[in-house]
């Protein structure tokens, strides 16, 4: 009988300490944005022990790195990964994780000698970040066919280096073009960044999809007048009416347990502490699973602004900025999550993703299912960013078997 | 029987207009910041106007300028005045109008042949505005012993220059001491920078004083977190629970006709569009005419706070920066005030001041009165900030004769 395998969890939570002192920040977390010196570093590191265990590491044009190991059978390979690049306040082991504990399979794998049907790919995807080069999950978005590789190489950063001028900088421009490597299917183990996890006492989350996203500006617009001279009645102040509206928005989400709704920047003008408003201008941020009730969503915002501003007498104007349709995962990836976090005996809930990963766009190229790790508090994009050793290493038993459950029970697959 | 005097209104609007030449901006304002070149050009203009009239000019040691008409008897002087500063964005009434007026009273008097008892002032004080130097009102504060002479003539503008090294560039350093030159009583009319009159159809406010106000900074921290990753019910999010707190603070005025509460600035940290904010900063504006119901309000403000931030469980602070006591005005001024407009067939009523004048300081010093005209819309410390000639004319006619009254009423005067 073949030993079942197992996570090293002093190897995985020795290379996550070891992915922590590159870039490291005097807060205790990683500043190691895309294509800079360190993150150079950590690449080569990664392309060294992928090559120490058999992997054949390949670059792509957006120097996103796919680290190939063989299969059994002529066939497409199953991935892991996730991306090693960070915010500049970021934490040790958002992104950071879903890539070493794929390194952290194989080699569990390796030990246990078993060989799987499909090769496997480790991948590390660039700038899925979004920090130094705008937008986010760049190089996967141009994997996918959502951006093509002339956007995305064009982009620039604050200093007006080109992604194109960052990866040859620092030697990542790949001969593989981007797109070029098929996929059987894509596991990304991630932690959770949000508190859901922790709260609810659950070790994993098996996540079914990502939430949809609709961001909107609002600009409300009163009556500029001199907060001494003028009485109560007589005002338009937008202040008071952005404050009813504020309250009606967070009112629509509170009703529903999938909504969320976040109103995060407010900028009032002229902004002097003796005047009434003229303009106030603020944010929302309305997410849902599910595509029809997102929709019913943005519909009730749409009607909840204009009654409380009219008790302002202000002009309400609502601008839908960028939209993200809900991404649904596919049901055998995810089942393959759930039997390997059921039979590793964790505690697991399903859950949909609040965040981005580039696993919303790998969903378009191939079946593709998440795994959540809780995190402390719910904390991330912050040097208090922290799991425990144990947590690293079941939520990479999870993927482990996740791959190993899909390799079996994968019959859609076609001949690479 | 003497001729009953009254204002030359085009001889006041000629100077009203000449005086909009001076620093007039491209919009049709004027930025006629306090000791520049221009401020000197309408400085000279007045003392010239003022001498031609038979006045004597002194300028006290902060630059205010003293026009000294002579009277019948050896008594202080009853003056009249404002300021010929203007904010960088300023109108062309707003200060200049209570100067001018005061010139256009004795040019009346002059061609009525009357020589009252008391000397007559017209009086241009310094710095006004604050908008170069703070805080505002700096030379009649000087001149009431609010600020000493020391103190003032420190101030620095945004270029570090001081107020005493402005005084010397434009030769308007005075050889009087600030506060030598007692008065008899100060009558300022104004505009009402404001919408009340317009609005209820009045022609003339008699101002009884100026409202008491206290001024808060307000800090609600909550919890920053991801805007997709966490529920709703999670969340401790300080921008819910502001917009409590500043509906609480609208209706706290709204229940009583003579209070104001204005929130003029708001800053939202870290004012992501995708995050739960960590804090939420805004000021709250307090205002009553009454000094014991402006401290119920103060307390209501503390007693209202808490509660709303409760419902997001976010940390509230209540920091007063500022407080600046209700004047009231001397009754006998008020009635001379009241008197003359009723004399006049104006459509008047008694009003608090909402906004700060030199006659607040004033009023510390000898018995003060104010005057208002309506302007346009209630606009000021703008372009479109706006008075008719004929409203010009009633407010300085008003002037007049409250001092023509005042002077023969008085009989508290000593000698000078």
Same mark, same amino acid.
């Given at each position: 009988m073949t030993p079942t395998p197992r996570i090293d969890a002093g190897a995985l939570w020795r290379d996550l300490m070891h992915s922590a002192t590159?870039? @490291? !920040? /005097?807060? &205790? =977390?990683?500043? %190691? *944005? !895309?294509?800079t010196p360190d993150d150079a570093v950590i690449r080569a590191w990664f392309a060294e022990t992928a090559t120490s265990m058999g992997g054949v590491v390949q670059t792509d044009s957006l120097g996103s790195q796919f680290a190939i190991f063989p299969g059994a059978e002529p066939l497409p390979p199953i991935a892991m990964g996730s991306h090693l690049d960070t915010q500049?306040? =970021?934490?040790? #082991?958002?992104g950071v994780l879903g890539v070493l504990a794929g390194l952290a399979a194989i080699r569990a794998l390796r030990a246990a000698g078993i060989a799987t049907r499909h090769p496997l790919a480790v991948i590390n995807w660039t700038?899925?970040? &979004? @920090? %130094? #080069? @705008? /937008? @986010?999950m760049l190089a996967s978005g141009v994997h996918a066919g959502v951006f093509t590789p002339a956007y995305a190489l064009a982009r620039t950063d604050a200093a007006g280096t080109s992604l194109a001028e960052a990866l040859a900088q620092t030697g990542q421009t790949g001969a593989m073009a981007a797109g070029a490597q098929s996929l059987a299917a894509y596991f990304e183990l991630h932690?959770? *960044? &949000?508190p859901i996890l922790e709260q609810e006492g659950f070790d994993i989350g098996v996540v079914t999809g990502v939430q949809g996203i609709a961001w909107f500006d609002v600009s409300v617009t009163g009556s500029p007048s001199h907060a001494g001279t003028t009485p109560m009645h007589l005002r338009r102040d937008p202040v008071v009416a952005a404050a009813a509206m504020i309250q009606a928005i967070h009112a629509l989400a509170t009703a529903d347990a999938g909504a969320r709704a976040t109103v995060g920047r407010i900028a009032v003008e002229p =902004?002097? %502490?003796n005047t009434v408003a003229a303009t106030v201008r603020f944010t929302v941020d309305l997410r849902h699973p599910d595509a029809q009730q997102l929709a019913a969503l943005e519909s009730a915002l749409q009607d909840a602004l204009p009654p409380p501003a009219g008790a302002q007498d202000c002009a309400v104007t609502i601008e839908k900025i960028w939209h993200s349709a809900p991404v649904t995962f596919d049901a055998a990836c995810v089942q393959a999550v759930e039997h390997a976090a059921t039979s590793l005996g964790a505690r697991h809930r399903r859950i949909v993703s609040g965040a981005g990963h580039d696993a919303v766009y790998l969903a378009r190229t191939c079946p593709t299912a998440m795994i959540f790790t809780p995190c402390l508090g719910g904390i991330s994009h912050h040097p208090a960013e922290f799991i425990t050793p144990e947590q690293a290493a079941l939520g990479a038993n999870v993927l482990l078997h996740a791959v190993l459950g899909y390799d079996v029970l994968d019959t859609r697959v076609t001949k690479a």
């Open positions: 590159i870039g @490291a !920040t /005097p807060e &205790g =977390g990683l500043n %190691r *944005q !895309t294509l500049p306040t =970021g934490g040790r #082991f958002d700038n899925e970040e &979004g @920090a %130094r #080069f @705008a /937008p @986010a932690i959770e *960044q &949000g =902004g002097s %502490r």
